[in-house]
Antibody, heavy 119, light 113 residues
Framework: QVQLVQSGSELKKPGASVKVSCKAS????????VNWVRQAPGQGLEWMGW????????TYAQGFTGRFVFSLDTSVSTAYLQISSLTAEDTAVYYC????????????WGQGTLVTVSS | DIVMTQSPDSLAVSLGERATINCKSS????????????LAWFQQKPGQPPKLLIY???TRESGVPDRFSGSGSGTDFTLTISSLQAEDVAVYYC?????????FGPGTKVDIK
């Protein structure tokens, strides 16, 4: 069955970096794109962007450029989200989600990774 | 960017009654070449990731109960729960995937009256 398993919760200090992983199984990794979505505490869903698993080409939404990097390791069917220069405003649950290629609605989601930024 | 709005912000419905959630996009998400609206609905329960309910505005995802239905085209969409069950308590989001960024609505919280 299709699964997206994300890495565990992280507690980071301001200014640090974090790398969240999203390991896919149960389907051909490169047949679907991976989207990233942020949810701040008590807030709604915010689309961060996506990465083409065939080419590795990332697309970032406004507000998620510069400090945010999407990457892949197709040999282990894993997508990554790296965030640098963390601030308290980055405290959120980060979700990866699979989207059928050329149809960007997420049909399977990871369980989410809570990133807490606190001194 | 396409801005998505939802109404109401929250609603409380008696068990077995109908719940209706509206979603509006700031511009049409209808792709004329295939006459499909690029609009999805998600359900999110506390502590869980969102779950896809509806895509192409009205196509129910496999395994989703048929009490959930989506309708609308262009800029105005509706998610209807025909007979609310206790397990339907959740926040519901619409999302357009017509144009990047693929924006979500702010969500509608559904509770039992």
């Amino acid at each position: 069955q299709v699964q997206l398993v994300q890495s565990g919760s992280e507690l980071k200090k301001p200014g640090a970096s974090v790398k969240v992983s999203c390991k896919a199984s149960g389907y051909t990794f490169i047949s679907h794109t991976v989207n990233w979505v942020r949810q701040a505490p008590g807030q709604g869903l915010e689309w961060m962007g996506w990465i083409n698993t065939n080419t590795g080409n990332p697309t970032y939404a406004q507000g998620f450029t510069g400090r945010f990097v999407f990457s892949l390791d197709t040999s282990v069917s894993t997508a990554y989200l790296q965030i640098s220069s963390l601030t308290a405003e980055d405290t959120a649950v980060y979700y990866c989600a699979r989207c059928p290629t050329a149809q960007n609605f997420p049909d399977y989601w990871g369980q989410g990774t809570l990133v807490t930024v606190s001194s | 960017d396409i801005v998505m709005t939802q109404s109401p912000d929250s609603l409380a419905v008696s068990l077995g009654e109908r719940a209706t959630i509206n979603c509006k996009s700031s511009q049409s998400v209808l792709y004329s070449s295939n006459n499909k609206s690029f609009l999805a609905w998600f359900q999110q329960k506390p502590g869980q990731p969102p779950k896809l309910l509806i895509y192409w505005a009205s196509t129910r995802e496999s395994g989703v109960p048929d009490r959930f239905s989506g309708s609308g085209s262009g800029t105005d969409f509706t998610l209807t729960i025909s007979s609310l069950q206790a397990e339907d308590v959740a926040v519901y989001y619409c999302q357009q995937y017509y144009g990047s960024p693929f924006t979500f609505g702010p969500g509608t919280k559904v509770d039992i009256k």
